[in-house]
């Protein structure tokens, strides 16, 4: 594929990680959801370190298995704009590996626990407990599989470089 337009990469690079969080969501989802959960497909958030295409890539991944998982509408919208807050504010981190996942951890450990709370009526625990579950969740994803799966890209970084050379 030579001289492919970089919209159109961008594009493809947006959909398939949107399809990939969606996919990683559904297939754990007994994991996926709920006021202790541990999504997988967070892992992903570390992309942005890599593409800016991750971000809208990540939201409507999470928008999209929010949806297709039964979530209400609040998990919906504000699930997701955490996620894309996350996504578009590790993007701006994007030049320190550490620092990149930080801001999916904290938008997820402070939005969901309020759509937890009133959105799927989980009143029987207090929302800074429903926090520290999240944030537990969100470090165990993105941080912890998180680094895993950063680990093995940039192992394989010069298979990207030379195929990015070769477009």
Known sequence: MKNTDPKVQRLTQGAAIAALYVVLTLVFAPISFGP????IAEALCILPMFTPA???GLFIGCLLANLIGGGV?????F????TLIGAALGY???????LVPIPAVI????????VLKY?????????PILMIQILCGEILG??????????AILKRRQIFDSNTDSM
């Open 79 to 82: 699930g997701s704009l955490a």
């Open 36 to 39: 202790i959960q541990l999504r």
């Open 54 to 56: 991750a971000i809208p």
């Open 92 to 98: 701006l981190l994007r030049n320190n590996r550490w």
């Open 142 to 151: 993105c941080y912890v599989l998180g680094e895993i799966f950063c680990g």
């Open 119 to 127: 959105g799927y009526g989980v009143v029987d625990t207090a929302i």
């Open 73 to 77: 509408i609040l998990d919906v919208i």
């Open 107 to 114: 938008a997820n450990a402070l939005i969901v626990p309020f």
